[in-house]
């Protein structure tokens, strides 16, 4: 059939605090009808193979009914907007249609908890639902028990589980990062305080109150003990700190101005770590199924370590009012 979508499922790494984090995203592909080979628009699978007479291959009936019901249907023409509100209040995006042009996966956001899940309509009017739940008993199961459990269902079923597992994945990592961002600039704003600073501190003002330190903590100023040496090399870890996060801000700032004289002209590279998956495929959604249900896994592990670091970071943050020791 002509110009499928290939989903793709987010690359997580988790990375330590103040090392670059890769950005998390889907990338949507459309297949060329006629060689298969996956283009980033459906203008572009239409286009990319013509016939000799330089007649261009028509798309098939189910998309030509859902433009078409796009165009003339307000519920369909909603879901290409992105976004419809559902009944109680929730907000309804379509992820795959019939040949009808209407939605047979929708994700049901509610707005006001922000909790999701992904439906199934099926052929016979029944639903199947993915939510937390659902997804958190099928990463909690033995290998051989999520095989079975994935036998069970449709490949149409299968395609809205893959979907769901894939938004929990990004929901997780959003949070992830999110905490890491406020990890990083507690520790900041106390290698800051340490050195009597505010974050708003010049580099050389930095490099001033560290000679300073320096000299009143150096160690053979200070008895030449084992503590009076970790002392002084937590101080110059902390000052390494800051001075990194003085040459990251360059670097961006140097990295904006280049962006800027270039423009636009250069399109950025595609991670080629990124996992696509052929949701027309049923073992390339299986092998994407396992793949990011370990990742689940993986980023609930890193959670509960970065959950204990944070609640430690915000009790050594001083209250307001409070003066430096």
């Known amino acids: 059939q002509a110009s499928q979508p290939s989903e793709a499922e987010p690359e997580i790494n988790l990375v330590p605090a103040g090392a670059p984090r890769p950005q998390v995203r889907e990338i949507v592909r459309y297949r060329c009808p006629n060689c298969g080979e996956?283009?980033?628009?459906?203008?572009?699978?239409?286009?990319?193979?013509?016939?000799?007479?330089?007649?261009?291959?028509?798309?098939?009936?189910?998309?030509?009914?859902?433009?078409?019901?796009?165009?003339?249907?307000?519920?369909a023409a909603a879901a290409a907007a992105g976004e419809a509100e559902a009944g109680d209040g929730l907000q309804e995006q379509p992820i795959a249609f019939d040949g009808m042009g209407r939605p047979t996966i929708v994700r049901q956001v509610d707005p006001s908890t922000g909790s999701g899940r992904t439906i199934v309509r099926n052929e016979d009017g029944s639903r199947q639902t993915f939510d937390q739940e659902s997804v958190a008993s099928l990463a909690n199961q033995t290998a051989e028990d999520a095989s079975k459990a994935l036998l069970e269902l449709s490949s149409h079923q299968l395609r809205g589980l893959v979907h769901e597992v894939g938004q929990r994945l990004l929901e997780g990592s959003r949070l992830?990062?999110?905490?890491?961002?406020?990890?990083?600039?507690?520790?900041?704003?106390?290698?800051?305080?340490?050195?009597?600073?505010?974050?708003?501190?010049?580099?050389?003002?930095?490099?001033?109150?560290?000679?300073?330190?320096?000299?009143?903590?150096?160690?053979?100023?200070?008895?030449?003990?084992?503590?009076?040496?970790?002392?002084?090399q937590q101080m110059k870890e902390r000052y390494e700190a800051l001075k990194k996060r003085h040459e990251?801000?360059?670097?961006?700032?140097?990295?904006?101005?280049?962006?800027?004289?270039?423009?636009?002209?250069?399109?950025?590279?595609?991670?080629?770590?990124?996992?696509?998956?052929?949701?027309?495929?049923?073992?390339?959604?299986?092998?994407?199924?396992?793949?990011?249900?370990?990742?689940l896994k993986n980023i609930e592990i890193q959670m509960q370590v970065l959950i204990t670091e944070l609640e430690r970071a915000r009790r050594l943050v001083p209250s307001s009012g409070a003066t430096r020791p």
Request: charged fraction near 35%; include cysteine.
């Open 248 to 295: 990251s801000k360059k670097e961006k700032v140097e990295d904006e101005d280049e962006e800027g004289e270039a423009g636009k002209e250069e399109k950025p590279e595609e991670d080629p770590s990124s996992i696509q998956y052929d949701p027309n495929d049923r073992e390339s959604m299986e092998k994407t199924l396992s793949k990011m249900l370990g990742q």
């Open 176 to 232: 992830y990062h999110h905490r890491m961002t406020e990890l990083e600039g507690i520790g900041e704003q106390l290698n800051y305080d340490f050195f009597g600073l505010t974050a708003d501190a010049t580099e050389s003002q930095l490099d001033n109150a560290y000679r300073k330190l320096a000299r009143k903590m150096h160690p053979d100023k200070n008895g030449g003990t084992e503590y009076a040496k970790q002392r002084f």
């Open 38 to 75: 996956l283009v980033a628009t459906v203008e572009e699978a239409l286009m990319h193979c013509s016939n000799r007479d330089g007649t261009i291959s028509s798309p098939s009936s189910e998309a030509r009914a859902a433009r078409g019901a796009g165009r003339t249907n307000g519920a």
